[in-house]
Nanobody, 123 residues
Framework: QVQLVESGGGLVQAGDSLRLSCAAS????????MAWFRQVPGKEREFVAA????????YYADSVKGRFTISRDNAKNTVYLQMNSLNTEDTAVYFC????????????????WGQGTQVTVSS
């Protein structure tokens, strides 16, 4: 059974940094695309960043480019989202997601999801 478990969320002030983790288990992820999405109440879940496990390619939403970095630890089967220069618009529940082979920014294309972790940025 595939499991994605996020951690690292919390309450921070604007300008601070935070690192989210997504521990993956239940299968091999060598051909997977790992992604982070976020959602605020009343809005659709939006793409934040993605990482292709086999090639190490990274993709970012324009709103986080230059501030967020997605990376992996192969030994721990874990994907990270380093978030710097946080602002109040980054407040959301952040979800880890996975799919096979091809990169996508559409939440509908992702098969596996974590339970989410809350990130709150105060002004």
């Amino acid at each position: 059974q595939v499991q994605l478990v996020e951690s690292g969320g919390g309450l921070v002030q604007a300008g601070d940094s935070l690192r989210l983790s997504c521990a993956a288990s239940g299968r091999t992820f060598n051909s997977a695309v790992m992604a982070w999405f976020r959602q605020v109440p009343g809005k659709e879940r939006e793409f934040v960043a993605a990482f292709t496990w086999s090639r190490g390619n990274t993709y970012y939403a324009d709103s986080v480019k230059g501030r967020f970095t997605i990376s992996r630890d192969n030994a721990k089967n874990t994907v990270y989202l380093q978030m710097n220069s946080l602002n109040t618009e980054d407040t959301a529940v952040y979800f880890c997601a996975a799919r096979d082979y091809y990169y996508s920014r559409s939440r509908d294309d992702y098969v596996y999801w974590g339970q989410g972790t809350q990130v709150t940025v105060s002004s």
